[in-house]
Antibody, heavy 120, light 108 residues
């Protein structure tokens, strides 16, 4: 059974940093691209970032480019999102999602999400 | 960037009725890489349909997808009580990946 478990969310001040983690199990982690998708309170879904199965290729939405860094650790089957220079517009539930195949793909499994709140 | 416009924003129907949800793309979606998701309150999205018309594993056959190019449709043939939630379309034919704004199906 595929499981994705996010952690690391919380309250952070504007300009601060946070690192999210997503522990994956139930599938061969390095065979699949992974993404982060966020959802601001009461709003729709926004793709944030993706990483290829090998970790060699990364992709970012313009809204986070230069501030967020996606990475993965095959030894622990964990996906990460390092978020820097956070602003109020980054407040959202952040979901970890498994891609069907490559990084340009749809998402067949999602985690439950972790809430990030940026506020002073 | 491909902009996906979902309509209507809210669809008011009764259980047992047929629901037709639209997703229109600002430009053609390559390979018809258009997916549909269902999101219940407080839960993560769930994949329903991919490549415009392929049903994901475990999805009831009352859900069907159709369309190509720029116009796509999700049809729920007979609404069950648990179907009255929010639906999103998503394209992965080109970067960046984008989602539609969602359609809420509510009980009339």
């Amino acid at each position: 059974e595929v499981q994705l478990l996010e952690s690391g969310g919380g309250l952070v001040q504007p300009g601060g940093s946070l690192r999210l983690s997503c522990a994956a199990s139930g599938f061969t982690f390095n065979n699949y691209a992974m993404s982060w998708v966020r959802q601001a309170p009461g709003k729709g879904l926004e793709w944030v970032s993706a990483i290829s199965g090998s970790g060699a290729f990364t992709y970012y939405a313009d809204s986070v480019k230069g501030r967020f860094i996606i990475s993965r650790d095959e030894s622990s089957n964990t996906l990460f999102l390092q978020m820097n220079s956070l602003g109020a517009e980054d407040t959202a539930i952040y979901y970890c999602a498994k891609s069907w195949a490559g990084a340009k793909s749809w998402f067949d499994f999602w985690g439950r999400g972790t809430l990030v709140t940026v506020s002073s | 960037e491909i902009v996906l416009t979902q309509s209507p924003g809210t669809l008011s129907l009764s259980p047992g009725e047929r629901a037709t949800l639209s997703c229109r793309a600002s430009q053609s979606v390559s390979n018809n890489y258009l997916a549909w998701y269902q999101q219940k309150p407080g839960q993560a999205p769930r994949l329903l349909i991919y490549v415009a018309s392929r049903r994901a594993t475990g999805i009831p056959d009352r859900f069907s997808g159709s369309g190509s190019g720029t116009d796509f449709t999700l049809t729920i043939s007979r609404l069950e009580p648990e179907d009255f939630v929010v639906y999103y379309c998503q394209q992965s034919g080109s970067s960046p990946l984008t989602f539609g704004g969602g359609t809420k199906v509510e009980i009339k």
